[in-house]
């Protein structure tokens, strides 16, 4: 089967690999499509510390079911979604539905089972999600990337008419816009640097897009915002949140650190501000799922790229390098 290999930091090729083996309580898919996330390009890039070589990437997929293992609950030909993080199931954290706080926790793509970027791949029966009949695959492929926003959104707590500020116009941002409205939000406004993305942001509904490439605005928002969602991570991104946000406030990072931030917590305390993180989500789709199927969500304006596997690898590293910019790459199997 043809599958883009990660041979090495920056080594993406597509190469001609023997089918996966298919073991007990395993399905096995036909890729459909697989877009490419933010972190599929760090790994690309050799930036992602705990990528391992050689790894097949790709999480955010859609696809049919080819071959299962006796005694599970599908067929082929069933069109279904990956639901990418692997956990033991011997963990009570899998038992919980909590696969993204084991510390057997891993993704799809990135450390032991290669991925999405391949015509087939074998993943776990709990795993696979069933796609509803209003979905496309290339929609169906999108569902990941939303579950982050969704969960991002409820770990903001988010009441009817809140207030939401969102850091940062990329893929994640632009979904994390509309699912706050769909979810309740009264006013939402994202900054970003990027004149395209902010554009987006705009034609997507928000109430404001700032451009902060002059600077951020801290005394127009002090005290403006009832939930702060913070996809940059930084030490100024946390300080800028915090002074955002509205007494009783909820600031959300989803953004991966890239350092240690310090917290000032007499200003948080004062406010009776919380600060939560936000990795990953749990086994639970069907918000994701449910927002996608019904169109409360425009999927489809954040894909700027479609391509083929084998126009991938040279696309990737223009984007890498700063050559061409987007927002979303779908890539057709």
């Given at each position: 089967m043809?599958?883009l290999?990660l041979?090495a930091p920056?080594?993406?090729e597509l190469t001609?690999?023997?089918?996966p083996p298919?073991?007990p ?6 890729i459909?499509?697989?877009g490419?996330?933010?972190s ?13 070589f ?7 997929a ?20 990956i639901h990418?993080?692997l956990?033991r ?9 909590e696969v ?5 926790t ?5 450390v ?7 015509e087939e791949?074998?993943?776990?029966d ?5 796609m509803t009949?209003?979905m496309d695959?290339?929609?169906?492929a ?9 969960r991002?959104v409820?770990?903001g707590?988010?009441?009817s ?12 941002g632009l979904?994390?816009v ?11 406004v994202?900054?970003?640097l ?10 997507l509904g928000?109430?404001e897009a700032?451009?902060v ?9 002090e005290?403006?915002f009832?939930?702060?969602i ?13 002074a ?14 890239g350092?240690d931030?310090t917290?000032p917590?007499?200003?948080a305390f ?7 993180t936000c990795r990953l989500y749990?086994?639970d789709?069907?918000t ?6 019904e ?7 954040l894909?700027t790229?479609?391509v083929s596997?084998a ?8 984007l890498i390098?700063?050559?061409?910019s987007g ?7």
């Amino acid at each position: 089967m043809k599958a883009l290999v990660l041979k090495a930091p920056r080594q993406l090729e597509l190469t001609d690999l023997p089918r996966p083996p298919l073991a007990p309580s395993q399905v096995r898919l036909g890729i459909r499509k697989v877009g490419i996330c933010g972190s599929d390009y760090s790994s690309i890039a050799g930036k992602l510390p705990f990528t391992r070589f050689p790894i097949v990437p790709g999480h955010e997929a859609s696809g049919e079911v080819l071959e299962t293992a006796p005694g599970l609950a599908w067929s082929p030909g069933d069109r279904v979604l990956i639901h990418p993080i692997l956990c033991r199931p011997d963990d009570p954290a899998f038992v919980r539905g909590e696969v993204h706080h084991s510390d057997s926790t891993e993704v799809l793509g990135v450390v032991s089972r290669n991925g999405a970027y391949a015509e087939e791949v074998v993943v776990e029966d709990y795993m696979v999600r069933r796609m509803t009949p209003q979905m496309d695959f290339e929609s169906a492929a999108m569902v990941e990337p939303v579950a982050v926003a969704v969960r991002a959104v409820q770990m903001g707590r988010l009441r009817s008419g809140d207030r939401v500020l969102v850091f940062g116009a990329g893929n994640i941002g632009l979904l994390l816009v509309q699912v706050a409205r769909a979810l309740g939000a009264g006013r939402v406004v994202v900054t970003d640097l990027v004149p395209q993305r902010l554009a987006l942001a705009r034609s997507l509904g928000v109430d404001e897009a700032v451009d902060v490439s002059d600077g951020f605005p801290s005394a127009r928002f002090e005290k403006s915002f009832d939930v702060v969602i913070d996809g940059l991570g930084t030490n100024d991104s946390v300080n800028r949140a915090l002074a955002a946000c509205a007494r009783g406030g909820r600031i959300v990072v989803y953004g991966v650190p890239g350092g240690d931030v310090t917290w000032p917590l007499r200003a948080a305390f004062s406010k009776d501000v919380t600060l939560a993180t936000c990795r990953l989500y749990d086994a639970d789709f069907s918000t994701a799922v449910q927002l996608v199927s019904e169109g409360r969500l425009r999927v489809a304006d954040l894909i700027t790229h479609r391509v083929s596997l084998a126009d991938a690898p040279a696309l990737i590293t223009r984007l890498i390098d700063g050559a061409e910019s987007g927002i979303k790459v779908m890539i057709s199997v």
